[in-house]
T-cell receptor, first 114, second 112 residues
């Protein structure tokens, strides 16, 4: 049981380059999330997916796109990277049933945009 | 947009002391969640709260869902060095079932 996996762990991009961050979970959770965390700040929600086939904007969606490929996978794409997107990106999955929350975060992707 | 505030921003305490921190918002929440993040890792869910007034414990941690539904509190009793980290509150708004937003965090340092 791997939980939530993210690839890559580290990435350096030049301004204007594109890339996709991959996230997968093996816990059969319905909901998945992408957050970014900047130094000294909390996690800001970029996009989330309540179920396979649905995605919704979070607090800071500009400059990003997402795909919920299937129940396991939720990818985040930067079409034209900017230095302001330098951050640590966390993927998470969540399952809620009858008053109980089960939520796990991945280890993060550390992205630097030059 | 919706915003969560956490206080204090940081704390330095002696080992063995009790710790209190809180989370407030101008919006009404249906669910409050408390997490701990260790350096270089993702947050780990500690406690989840679902009803106004609810008090829930997890070992030395106790959290409460505020009566107004606009705040939540986390207490840590008899702190130990491994309690060091950043504690985040997060919540689900009354209007959203799945949108989990986070506060800015409280950094806790424990002096042995």
């Amino acid at each position: 049981n791997a939980g939530v996996t993210q690839t890559p762990k580290f990435q350096v991009l030049k301004t204007g380059q594109s890339m996709t961050l991959q996230c997968a979970q093996d816990m059969n959770h319905n909901s998945m999330y992408w957050y970014r965390q900047d130094p000294g700040m909390g996690l800001r929600l970029i996009y989330y997916s309540a179920s396979e086939g649905t995605t919704d904007k979070g607090e800071v969606p500009n400059g990003y796109n997402v795909s919920r490929l299937n129940k396991r996978e939720f990818s985040l794409r930067l079409e034209s990277a900017a230095p302001s997107q330098t951050s640590v990106y966390f993927c998470a999955s969540r399952f809620f049933l009858a008053g109980g929350d089960e939520q796990f975060f991945g280890p993060g992707t550390r992205l630097t945009v030059l | 947009g919706q915003q969560l505030n956490q206080s204090p921003q940081s704390m330095f305490i002696q080992e063995g002391e009790d710790v209190s921190m809180n989370c407030t918002s101008s919006s009404i929440f249906n669910t409050w969640l408390w997490y701990k993040q260790d350096p270089g890792e993702g947050p780990v869910l500690l406690i989840a709260l679902y009803k106004a007034g609810e008090l829930t414990s997890n070992g030395r941690l106790t959290a409460q869902f505020g009566i107004t539904r606009k705040d939540s509190f986390l207490n840590i009793s008899a702190s130990i060095p491994s309690d060091v980290g950043i504690y985040f509150c997060a919540g689900l708004l009354k209007t959203s079932y799945d949108k989990v937003i986070f506060g800015p965090g409280t950094s806790l340092s424990v002096i042995p």
